[in-house]
């Protein structure tokens, strides 16, 4: 069994639309992995996509929403929780990916990586099988089970302004994105 908890609505339509119109203006840079380099290394056979840079204010408005779910999360998942990671706000187009990975609370990492309970990943745009406006294909979150069962892959493409948490364990990757634009937010539960 894979554990997650999809929130829908987490985010209005109205807010969805008004980060993505912003995002593509936002300054921004290849998204990195977590390395022995400081702020992580660039590793395009990894992960391609582009992490944008918000305001303080939204980044601060995102986290204040996170934190808002944190007694339900801790509740759904058996763990106590303290704060968030800052979000990162990402842009995923034709052909970005990120490779199958975790994000944390593994044993033998020893980067601050190992203190991440949960993942969270907020959706801001529509997945379509058709190009559409504001919207993506491919780029599916799929998350894994685990190593030791059947194997099991479960696909996930959540509507516009949902939020998707699960274990920071957890194994999962995205696929890559066939067209238009994949817009999401990703923060760590700690």
């Known amino acids: ?3 997650y908890l ?3 609505s987490f985010l209005r339509a109205s807010e969805c639309a008004g980060l993505s119109a912003q995002l593509p203006q936002a300054a921004s840079a290849q998204a990195t ?6 702020g992580g290394a660039v590793k395009p056979l990894v992960r391609r996509t582009t992490r944008m840079s918000v305001p303080p204010q939204v980044a601060q408005h995102v986290t204040a929403l996170l934190m808002e779910q944190k007694a339900a ?3 759904r998942f058996s763990l106590a929780l303290s704060r968030c990671e800052e979000p990162q706000f990402l842009r995923y187009v034709a052909g970005d990916f990120f490779v199958a990975h975790q994000d944390g609370n593994t044993p033998l990492i020893h980067d601050h990586s190992r203190f991440r309970k949960i993942s969270a990943v907020i959706f801001l745009s529509a997945a379509t099988e058709d190009p559409a406006p504001e919207s993506y294909g491919g780029g599916a979150l799929v998350l894994h089970g685990p190593y030791s069962g059947p194997v099991v892959r479960v ?3 959540p509507e516009a ?3 998707v948490c ?3 364990e957890t194994t999962h990757e995205v696929l890559p ?3 238009g634009e994949r817009f999401t937010i990703v923060s760590w539960y700690l």
């Open 1 to 3: 069994m894979i554990d």
């Open 6 to 8: 999809e929130v829908k």
């Open 33 to 38: 992995v977590l390395s022995a380099d400081p």
């Open 73 to 75: 999360l801790e509740q």
């Open 155 to 157: 696909p996930l493409r």
């Open 161 to 163: 302004g949902s939020l």
């Open 166 to 168: 699960f274990r920071a």
């Open 177 to 179: 994105v066939s067209h």
